[in-house]
């Protein structure tokens, strides 16, 4: 089946620094989407980008669609104790699709 | 203003019984999602259901699991015969008109099947 590969799979900063992770695909995406889960809780959404080059922001949250429509970025600036979670990709592969791809999650440790 | 509602939270199975788990979509949502996470991984798409009818249930193991979304009433996973491979956490989502960007997803139904 459809695959997203995300990594790291897991990062150990300190408090203040910035953070990047991505996502790449064998397959075009029509949608892609970034989500935080916290321990025992569902995903919440954090950003959603529906076109190849769109580059937006939410706060300290920067994320990208790729040009190719195969691969995603998400930047965090100037992290907080807060940001620690796991973090997916989720592509949605046809325009018509209702389900998801999910990664398999990037999970961020932060240290004081 | 609620949102998706699972429970229970926790459910403890023994090896042959069956699981139920609950749904309850935000208000004036009329699409429900349902996907499993095994630890350590990604959520995997399961079944997509609006009131009253199945849309999409590639994700669904072909034995053992149905889901249903009926007229009244909250929409139910169940799971016949559980099995160890069963034990993961089940995410419900619900949206208002089946666009992906308006899922929103419940806390989840954490099963163990011992």
């Known amino acids: 089946g459809q695959q997203l590969n995300q990594s790291p799979q897991s990062m150990f900063i300190q408090e203040g620094e910035d953070v990047s992770m991505n996502c790449t695909s064998s397959?075009?995406?029509?949608?892609w989407l970034w989500y935080k889960q916290d321990p025992g809780e569902g995903p919440v959404l954090l950003i959603a980008?529906?076109?190849?080059?769109e580059l937006t922001s939410n706060g300290r949250l920067t994320a990208q669609f790729g040009i190719t429509r195969k691969d995603s970025f998400l930047n965090i600036s100037a992290s907080i104790p807060s940001d620690v979670g796991i973090y997916f990709c989720?592509?949605?592969?046809?325009?018509?699709?209702?389900?998801?791809?999910f990664g398999q999650g990037t999970r961020l440790t932060i240290n004081p | 203003n609620a949102g998706v509602m699972q429970n229970p939270r926790h459910l403890v199975r023994r090896r042959g019984q069956e699981a139920r788990l609950r749904c309850s979509p935000m208000?004036?949502?009329?699409?429900v999602y349902w996907y499993r996470q095994l630890p350590e991984e990604g959520l995997k798409f399961m079944v997509y259901?609006?009131?009253?009818?199945?849309?999409?249930e590639s994700g669904m193991p072909k034995e053992r699991f149905s889901a249903e979304f009926p007229k009244e009433g909250p929409s139910i996973l169940r799971i016949q015969q559980v099995v160890r491979g069963d034990s993961a956490a089940y995410f419900c989502?619900?949206?208002?008109?089946?666009?992906?960007?308006?899922?929103?997803f419940g806390s989840g139904t954490r099963l163990t099947v011992v």
């Open positions: 989502a619900s949206s208002p008109s089946g666009v992906t960007f308006g899922y929103t």
């Open positions: 397959s075009i995406f029509n949608t």
């Open positions: 980008l529906y076109k190849a080059g």
């Open positions: 989720a592509g949605q592969l046809d325009q018509g699709a209702q389900k998801l791809v």
């Open positions: 208000k004036g949502h009329s699409h």
């Open positions: 259901l609006q009131k009253e009818n199945i849309i999409d």
